[in-house]
């Protein structure tokens, strides 16, 4: 008689890049991995939010949690999203009285939260390649735009401690240049220039988000990861 192996279902919390932006929702990643997959993922979503869409789904059904991290600079003050892409004059006030430290224990804070509450294991990874000050287990080293400029043969040659599309456009630059400069190296503007000349290229389109072969190839990746946490 055969055996039945329940399938293990997973929970998925994230932005647009996991949501599926500018493609099918039938084509995001999620429908690619061979799990029985559940994603709230909402796209504009700040990394509270991502926080917020696990507490609020999140239960003992699931065998595996995964969380999509935005970019960290999206940062809601009072119902107010302040972020590098953006003119609002709030919004330049507010990051000349934060710092780059400010902004990473804020990141830490969710990420400490969805932690302490799971009671499965998490696979975490940043969509842009944000760099968290501790180093948490099953955090995946390379990002989602990394893995996808890797594999479409445009590795990135400069650092950057977080990014986001569009930080060097004028409407823009007033909020992310003052900032840069005091905490980013004398590179941060190459940095950001070899990663807005990937789109659109192989895995991306125009905005910037995966298209549907960056989503597959995503997903193949992920479900390596998967299958290595979930014993």
Known sequence: MQRLVKMAKILVCGDSWTAGYGVDPSESWTNFIDYDVVSVAVSGASNEDIMNQ??????????????????ITR?????????????EDDTIEYFKNVSLSDILDNWETYIQTVLSTATVPVLQYSVFGDIPKVKHKNFLES?????????????????IPMFEFDWLNEKNYKVTKPFAEK????????????????????????CGHPNVAGHKQWAGFINNQITRIIK
């Open 183 to 206: 905490y980013f190296d004398q590179n941060w503007e190459k940095a950001c220039i070899e990663r807005e000349n990937i789109r659109p290229s192989k895995y991306f389109q125009s």
């Open 75 to 87: 940062i809601r003050v009072d119902n107010f999203m302040n972020w590098f892409c953006a003119v």
């Open 54 to 71: 696990f507490l609020d789904n999140y239960n003992d059904s699931y065998d595996a949690t995964i969380i999509g991290w935005s970019g």
């Open 143 to 159: 990002s989602y735009l990394e893995f996808l400029a890797d594999g479409s043969n445009n590795s990135f040659k400069y650092k």
